[in-house]
């Protein structure tokens, strides 16, 4: 199965701040990663496919780029609801592995 | 509206088998363009895939948990069944169902688009 990194596993930002968050494949997948965001309570909502496609009704401060092994997802102006957990996700290949998540909270 | 909702017991023992039922709606279980996955996240961890099925029938299982799981469908009600047998107490996790779509004309890029709001299960005697 593909294994997925993530780092950091957490960061701490100030509302405004451009935050990125990195995803790192065992193979190449192409560009074949998604991007979710998960409030607690609740179930993860997509924000980015195929690498840097933005999902329909995701504000654009949202960003992701990459291809092959590495990837990044971006916010470039942090809001107040953007404070969250961040799974990047594989459609490459059955398994279709989530990363361990990075945790964005408030400093 | 498109939904999907997780249905199932709260509370399993162990060694039981635990049943997950996910009904659909605004959307068929025919569609090409979608399949169903199920996926869990034990308290305060990270996202792991467990199932998933295509309009085909086609059926695909996580390698560390394939011979616990099933995965079937019924298109005429719109549900989605998941079996995972043996159940232990680290199986204790929400469980949510999700659709898979792909997008685009030659529909090469999948994504999990919309989730049911998941249901806890707990595993304990």
């Known amino acids: 199965d593909i294994q997925m990194t993530q780092s950091p596993s957490s960061l701490s930002a100030s509302v405004g701040d451009r935050v990125t968050i990195t995803c790192r494949a065992s193979q190449s997948i192409s560009s074949y990663l998604n991007w979710y965001q998960q409030k607690p309570g609740k179930a993860p909502k997509l924000l980015i496919y195929?690498?840097?496609s933005l999902q329909s009704g995701v504000p654009s401060r949202f960003s992701g780029s990459g291809s092959g092994t590495d990837f990044t997802l971006t916010i470039s102006s942090l809001q107040p609801e953007d404070f969250a957990t961040y799974y990047c996700?594989?459609?490459?290949?059955?398994?279709?592995?989530f990363g361990p998540g990075t945790k964005v909270d408030i400093k | 509206q498109v939904t999907l909702k997780e249905s199932g017991p709260v509370l399993v023992k162990p060694t039981e088998t635990l049943t997950l039922t996910c009904t659909v709606s605004?959307?068929?279980?025919?569609?090409?363009?979608?399949?169903v996955s199920w996926i869990r996240q034990p308290p305060g961890k990270a996202l792991e895939w467990l199932a998933h099925i295509f309009s085909n029938d086609e059926k695909s299982y996580s390698t560390s948990l394939k011979s616990r799981l099933t995965i079937s469908k019924d298109t005429s009600k719109s549900q989605v069944v998941l079996t995972m047998t043996n159940m232990d107490p680290v199986d204790t996790a929400t469980y949510y169902c999700a659709r898979f779509y792909c997008s685009g004309g030659s529909c090469v890029y999948w994504y999990f688009d919309l989730w049911g709001r998941g249901t806890l299960v707990t595993v304990s005697s």
């Open positions: 996700q594989q459609s490459y290949s059955t398994g279709f592995t």
């Open positions: 605004g959307f068929s279980l025919s569609n090409a363009r979608m399949g």
């Open positions: 195929a690498a840097s």
